[in-house]
């Protein structure tokens, strides 16, 4: 059964405390690796698609990067702005377009 | 690119009525639509997939005559509360993927539905 598993549950960053969010995973057939940020009463808002080991994207001060096992988010010197939750899902090659999410980690970047 | 909007932002009905909320791929055809339920502080649950023109695909445990799903067309999908009760109160999502091989969604705003 595909599974996804996020680490930590919540995460508290002074800002300018640059630090990183794990997203294990468990697919049959990787199709891609998703990541979205979530403000609260909001939907999530898309960031990155990861597709193969060893692929890196960045957007402002992010960065994702994927393994065959987990992808980081990667969040350098956050600023207050920043805090959100970031989702993470995967397609993988059984769920016929469905995504399968992890519960998500909280970040809050304090000034 | 890749909006999708969601109308009502929220809505409050009384229990026993039905509540519709519109889906709508604003930039892009999505060939198919996805609707979800989010719980306070916890993570999507899908409810359902729908296909332009197909019947929609429904997770196990979610009642099809309850949440009538339609997508008449690239743009379109409704979600239908049919006799709303206060348990259906929730944060509803949707999400839009379109034609290609990426399997990215895009997702709505979410309308906050309260039943009384």
């Known amino acids: 059964e595909d599974q996804v598993t996020q680490s930590p549950e919540a995460l508290r960053l002074q800002e300018g405390e640059s630090s990183s969010l794990n997203c294990s995973y468990t697919?049959?057939?990787?199709?891609?690796l998703f990541w979205y940020r979530q403000d609260p009463g909001k939907g999530p808002e898309f960031l990155f698609t990861l597709y193969s080991a060893g692929e890196e994207k960045e957007k402002e001060r992010l960065k994702a990067t994927l393994t065959k096992k987990e992808s980081f988010l990667h969040i350098t010197a956050p600023k207050p702005e920043d805090s959100a939750t970031y989702l993470c899902?995967?397609?993988?090659?059984?769920?016929?377009?469905?995504?399968?999410f992890g519960q998500g980690t909280t970040l809050q970047v304090k000034p | 690119g890749a909006v999708v909007s969601q109308h009502p932002s929220r809505v409050i009905c009384k229990s026993g009525t039905s509540v519709k909320i519109e889906c709508r791929s604003l930039d892009f055809q999505a060939t198919t639509m996805f609707w979800y339920r989010q719980f306070p502080k916890k993570s999507l649950m899908l409810m359902a997939t729908?296909?332009?023109?197909?019947?929609?695909?429904?997770e196990q445990g979610v009642e099809k005559d309850k949440f009538l799903i339609n997508h008449a067309s690239l743009t379109l999908s409704t979600l239908t509360v049919t006799s709303a009760h206060p348990e259906d109160s929730s944060f509803y999502i949707c999400?839009?993927?379109?034609?290609?091989?990426?399997?990215?969604?895009?997702f709505g705003p979410g309308t906050r539905l309260t039943v009384t």
């Open positions: 729908s296909n332009e023109g197909s019947k929609a695909t429904y």
């Open positions: 899902a995967v397609h993988g090659s059984s769920n016929t377009g469905k995504l399968i």
């Open positions: 697919v049959s057939g990787l199709r891609g």
């Open positions: 999400s839009a993927s379109g034609t290609g091989n990426s399997y990215e969604q895009y």
